[in-house]
């Protein structure tokens, strides 16, 4: 047997839903599993089996001036029926404490535990066979997912509906905060925006303090053996210099887990005694990379860190599509190189369809970006591009893939996948690709611009996804500030969408999307008028849509290019319009905003109260 076909003789879960992420926790699951060594835990972040060999800290917050323990009152909370969504920033450890909530549900007996990670390649949608699969199991049912607002998982919600008012089964989601009040994968329907917004209860997840983090050392000292030579005050210090003292404070608990892992390696190219900074890490690494005399050193760098900072998942088939037909041997080695340092297991002890398990996915997105600050954009892009390419071209060259079969002997399950569905997959590496050029638009230059793009889409990729790409590269390059490139794709995609092969609806609501970016980017250029005139189009479409909350956005747009003309009573209109759609359609950060706005404007008007 293949090791997928394995997997899949042991998974309680219909085949599907296991292709799809969700696993079940039970005796079987944590027989195949084994915890990693602590240090390896801290250096790449926490999976269920490392949970359950008491690798986690549980996570605690002030609350009535006393100290709360986070993760049992979640617990407690889940077992009384609520449904939860953890938020936080990009490396707060929600998905840690969203694994220590699964763990103990299991480990008390409390019901069946259904869990996605994140990062899963495939998308969940096979919602009725998990309905089924919950409903077949007895007990008090939880359902983890990671990310839930974004595209992979976002089918959730509409499980989540079906289980509405459900008290045998409850839902614990987590996802990054700003993802969670703007979602742009969520399915346009109101009743799920209303669960969403009003039926799933938000918790974020508090920063780091001292208390916290003496807590964390501590536990550290006690699972490694390692001494930290530093008190709580100091590392925090250090930590909160590393975020560059932003109110966010992203990342903390990653880079908490960063420096204390640091303490128990060595540092032989420096002969440090001390930790490095994160950054410092990141460029000690690129350094290396492109200081080999190693062939594909560097290509194989940059592929396996855009696949883990695009949730991707390092799959060593994946990394054997830079190699020629004789230079597997090459690729093998480079990617051996990155064994300790960005991979930290086993091929041979993977489950089937499961990444390499890497380090966090930041880490990864800084290395993207040394590519920028070392060379020029044009010379990032080229080499970005010449490592995506190659991977992409599976979807078209059956030869390709077969030699890397050979190579790997026919353990290579990722290129079943590709040969099953091209196109579905095709698409599905470039709008996580893509995804995170969005999330982080400091990255944008590496995908260059579509017309002059070096990045070659094969042939399977569909007509939607190639004009979905400008789309993406545009909102990229709007949030980078680049306005004139952003501005230069949003009119190839509306210049493209007639000879797009797609349904009607989706053809119009890509043009209301766009739209709705083009006048954001000529706000932004400060072209009032002209951002009136196309996001009055862009709502006009969205009201064709039935998309309400698309056409309160732009309502709010509006009103601020309304107000920068001087015509504070039309801006007040635009603003109370889009007040009162999301007061029809909850929706608190964005109604939030619009009375923020509508505020500003009746201030301006003399009416401070």
């Not at 599993?33 to 002030?62: K, Q």
């Not at 608990?253 to 128990?264: E, G, K, M, P």
């Not at 309160?552 to 009103?559: K, S």
Request: aromatic share 8%; hydrophobic share 35%.
């Amino acid at each position: 047997l293949s090791k997928r076909s394995q997997s899949v003789a042991h998974s309680s879960l219909p085949l599907a839903v296991e292709s799809e992420g969700f696993v079940e926790l039970t005796p079987q699951y944590f027989n195949r599993r084994e915890a990693n060594d602590p240090i390896t835990c801290w250096r790449t972040g926490l999976g269920i089996p490392d949970v359950a060999a008491g690798y986690a800290v549980d996570r605690t917050r002030e609350q009535d001036d006393e100290r709360e323990n986070l993760t049992e009152t979640l617990l407690r909370g889940l077992k009384q029926g609520k449904d939860y969504a953890l938020l936080g920033p990009l490396g707060a450890g929600k998905s840690t404490v969203c694994k220590s909530i699964a763990y103990r549900w299991y480990d008390r007996g409390i019901g069946p535990v259904l869990y996605r990670e994140s990062g899963r390649m495939e998308d969940f949608n096979s919602v009725a066979e998990l309905r089924s699969a919950i409903e077949e199991r007895g007990g008090h049912v939880l359902v983890v997912v990671e990310d839930a607002v974004r595209a992979e998982a976002s089918d959730v919600f509409r499980l989540a509906q079906q289980f509405d008012g459900h008290d045998r089964v409850t839902f614990l989601l987590d996802a990054r905060e700003s993802e969670w009040s703007d979602p742009q994968s969520i399915p346009v329907d109101a009743r799920l925006d209303t669960l969403r917004t009003s039926g799933i209860e938000t918790v974020r997840l508090p920063n780091l303090d001292t208390t916290e983090c003496a807590r964390f050392i501590e536990h550290f000292e006690e699972t490694t053996g390692v001494t930290v030579p530093m008190d709580e005050q100091q590392l925090l210090d250090d930590i909160r210099r590393d975020t560059g003292g932003t109110a966010e404070r992203k990342g903390e608990v990653l880079l908490l887990f960063h420096r204390l892992s640091r303490y128990a390696t060595s540092q032989p190219e420096t002969g440090e005694s001390t930790p490095t900074a994160f950054l410092e890490d990141v460029q000690r690494a690129y350094q290396k990379a492109t200081n080999s005399d190693g062939q594909y050193s560097i290509e194989v760098s940059v592929l396996v860190n855009l696949l883990n900072a695009a949730q991707i998942g390092i799959y060593p088939e994946y990394v054997h599509s830079l190699a020629d037909e004789d230079k597997h041997e090459a690729v093998e080695q480079q990617l051996e190189s990155l064994y300790g340092s960005v991979i930290f297991s086993d091929p041979a002890t993977e489950d089937a369809l499961a990444p390499l398990q890497s380090i966090h996915e930041t880490w990864s997105a800084e290395f993207l970006l040394q590519l920028l600050d070392s060379m020029s954009q044009r010379q990032a892009h080229r080499i970005f591009a010449d490592c995506l390419s190659p991977l992409l071209s599976l979807a078209d060259d059956a030869e390709h893939r077969t030699n890397i079969e050979w190579f790997f002997e026919g353990e290579t399950d990722r290129l079943d996948i590709i040969t099953d569905n091209p196109t579905e997959w095709c698409d599905t590496i470039l709008e996580q690709v893509f995804a995170l050029g969005i999330k982080r638009p400091a990255l944008a230059p590496l995908y260059g611009k579509t017309e002059y793009s070096r990045l070659t889409l094969p042939e399977a990729c569909s007509e939607e996804t190639r004009l979905r790409c400008s789309l993406w590269r545009g909102q990229m390059n709007l949030e980078a500030g680049t306005l004139d490139r952003a501005q230069h794709e949003f009119e190839t995609v509306l210049d493209g969408l007639s000879d797009v092969s797609c349904s009607d609806e989706t053809r119009e609501r890509l043009r209301a999307t766009a739209n709705y970016h083009l006048g954001r980017t000529f706000l932004a250029k400060g072209e009032d008028e002209q951002a009136d005139t196309v996001l009055k189009e862009a709502e006009s479409q969205y009201r064709s849509l039935q998309d309400e909350s698309g056409a309160a956005g732009c309502l709010v747009e509006r009103g601020l290019a309304i107000k920068r003309q001087g015509h504070i009573n039309g801006a007040e209109q635009q603003f109370r319009d889009a007040l009162g759609i999301y007061r029809n359609h909850p929706d608190v950060e964005r109604e939030a905003k619009c009375l923020f706005e509508l505020g500003m404007v009746l201030h301006r008007q003399g009416d401070p109260e």
